[in-house]
């Protein structure tokens, strides 16, 4: 009993004060001093905790997040995802739920090029939802569709959570991470399409009419400079030009000249925009120095070996045990953000899932997508308060359409769980 003492502390510590709305980072760092003052005097608690905090900030990797950040930050004020919605529009408006397909599609650019669903849902919410409104569309349907597309930008690169995965797991290459990331996401957002067309169809909304070739032609040359910034960070990556914390440094400094070419940010708003990135920035760095404490307390207590031995004790089929690790990251997305869930659980299930010969790049992507879920579930999903709060609903009569969007997450997880191609060929072609 007394080798399960740590665990029940530090599980029941962190649900009470979850439960009791105290924020994720401080419940993680406070269950983690709880669960080590279990195991040492008070004063070598405190003192190990604060340290393991300051330590896991220590990292040159991390470096890349907040300029990430900033970029995203800056493309949100700059004009980029108008004209990426505009790009989007000829492409797939005139097909049933154009304008939803219309979100889908940005999502997955904006995503892709900002690097976070936040930004995303953001920016999506604000310039799509009353357009959908005033065509007809319910407030809750485009509410459904922002929150779960925008999701695919944690999966397709640039990923803020795919560098915090890489510290975890030891170093697992970020641009075999980036490139891996590509067809799952875009999997993912094809699914989406697909439920969106007909839920579009069963509810009779509006269809947009079909662009001549030289309107797609003009809104891909005004969207080209935005999409070239995907081309300039992960192809300067994945040919060694470089680093990622680099390429996060070269997305800030294009997207400031971006924006003024588009004049739509001057050097008047710039610091408004910088100070909001810095406030983000704060709050994913207190979230990430909380878990390395955790992952570091988890460590000492050799938890991670702990249900290591357990999972394989109860199957050595690797469906079997790959059903269950994606099971327990889906209820932990519940409860979890993405940035705490990477840090403190990759160190538990990469050893398992490598024992059983499964590639680390693969098992990344297969971590993201059932996080990618936790997002838009109740009660810690950021994306799901956000996109709620922009359509000016609520979180009950978002649930039904939210339901088989969903259901093709899910289907998405378990195809690039079960088909490891899906996320290791573009790697492999590319020898990363």
Request: charged residues 10%; hydrophobic residues 55%.
């Amino acid at each position: 009993m007394i080798e399960f003492l740590p665990v029940i502390i530090l599980v029941t510590s962190f649900l009470v004060l979850l439960t009791l709305g105290v924020p994720v980072a401080w419940c993680i760092a406070i269950s983690s001093l709880f669960t080590l003052m279990s195991v040492m005097p008070f004063s070598a608690a405190t003192t190990t905790v604060s340290q393991r905090i300051a330590t896991g900030l220590d990292s040159f990797a991390l470096l890349a997040i907040p300029f990430f950040i900033l970029s995203g930050q800056i493309m949100s004020e700059g004009g980029i995802a108008h004209r990426l919605i505009s790009f989007a529009k000829t492409l797939v408006g005139f097909l049933p739920g154009g304008l939803a397909l219309i979100n889908i599609v940005s999502a997955m650019m904006m995503g892709a090029i900002a690097g976070s669903a936040m930004a995303s849902a953001s920016a999506m919410g604000t310039i799509l939802g009353p357009e959908m409104e005033k065509e007809g569309y319910s407030k809750e349907f485009g509410a459904a569709v922002n929150i779960t597309s925008s999701t695919t930008g944690l999966v397709i690169p640039p990923s803020n959570t795919l560098i915090v995965y890489s510290l975890a797991s030891g170093g697992v290459s970020i641009a075999a991470l980036f490139l891996a990331g590509y067809i799952p996401g875009i999997l993912t957002g094809l699914l989406m399409m697909i439920v969106a067309m007909v839920w579009a169809k069963k509810h009779k909304y509006p269809v947009g009419k079909r662009s001549s070739l030289k309107e797609v032609f003009t809104k891909f040359i005004d969207a080209l400079p935005s999409l070239l910034l995907l081309i300039i960070v992960i192809g300067g990556i994945i040919g060694g030009v470089f680093t990622a914390t680099e390429a996060s440094a070269v997305a800030v400094l294009y997207t400031i000249l971006l924006s003024f070419y588009y004049k739509e940010l001057s050097f008047k708003e710039l610091p408004k925009v910088i100070l909001e990135s810095s406030r983000t920035t704060a709050i994913v760095m207190l979230l990430i120095g909380a878990s390395m404490c955790m992952s570091w307390v988890l460590s000492y207590e050799n938890i991670p070996q702990d249900i290591s031995n357990a999972l394989l004790s109860v199957s050595d089929n690797k469906i079997v045990i790959l059903l269950m690790i994606n099971l327990i990251l889906l209820a932990v997305g519940v409860f979890m953000d993405a940035t705490p869930a990477v840090l403190i659980f990759t160190p538990i299930f990469l050893p398992v899932v490598t024992a059983l010969g499964m590639d680390p790049t693969h098992f990344g992507i297969v971590l993201m997508l059932n996080l990618c879920i936790g997002l838009c579930t109740p009660p810690v999903g950021s994306v799901l308060f956000v996109g709620v709060g922009i359509a000016k609903t609520t979180i009950s009569k978002v649930i039904k359409p939210l339901i088989p969007l969903f259901l093709v997450m899910i289907l998405s997880l378990f195809l690039v769980t079960y088909i490891p191609q899906l996320s290791l060929w573009l790697p492999e072609f590319f020898g990363v």
